[in-house]
C-alpha cells in the first residue's frame, strides 16, 4: 500500500498563491499516476488535477485550469501542486491520491489518501 502526506496549506487573501506538496512512500511512485482533490464543507470530493506517471501529460478541472500547475519529481517521491490567482471559492482541505490515468481520467485505484492539508483564502 501507499502512505501519502499533504503539506503546504494555510491562510491566504485573494490573488495570493500556495505550493502544496504530497510524499509518497511504501510503493513504487513513479508507477502511478497522481492526482489532486479537494473537499470544502458539506461537499463531495472534488477532482482538481492529474499527472501521469512521467510528468509530460497533466489534466485539470475547468476551475482550476490556468491558475494551478500540477507537478511531479519521481526521485523525490512527491507531486505539487502550484496554485496562483487564489479565490474564496478555492477554500477546501487538498488531498493528493495515486492511480492510473485512462483516456484523461484518474482512476483512484488504490483508494488511499493522506490526511489532506487545508487551504483557506480570504476575500
Known amino acids: 500500500q501507499v502512505q501519502l502526506v499533504e503539506s503546504g496549506g494555510g491562510l491566504v487573501q485573494a490573488g495570493g498563491s500556495l505550493r502544496l506538496s504530497c510524499v509518497a512512500s511504501?510503493?513504487?511512485?513513479?508507477?502511478?499516476?497522481m492526482a489532486w482533490f479537494r473537499q470544502s464543507p458539506g461537499k463531495e470530493r472534488d477532482f482538481v488535477a492529474a499527472?501521469?506517471?512521467?510528468?509530460?501529460?497533466?489534466y485539470y478541472a475547468d476551475s482550476v485550469k490556468g491558475r494551478f500547475t500540477i507537478s511531479r519529481d519521481n526521485a523525490k517521491n512527491t507531486v505539487y501542486l502550484q496554485m496562483n490567482s487564489l479565490k474564496p471559492e478555492d477554500t477546501a482541505v487538498y488531498f493528493c491520491?495515486?492511480?492510473?490515468?485512462?483516456?484523461?481520467?484518474?482512476?483512484?485505484?488504490?483508494?488511499?489518501w493522506g490526511q489532506g492539508t487545508l487551504v483557506t483564502v480570504s476575500s
Open positions: 491520491a495515486a492511480g492510473k490515468l485512462a483516456a484523461g481520467t484518474f482512476h483512484n485505484a488504490l483508494d488511499a
Open positions: 511504501g510503493r513504487t511512485f513513479s508507477s502511478y499516476a
Open positions: 499527472i501521469n506517471w512521467s510528468g509530460g501529460n497533466t
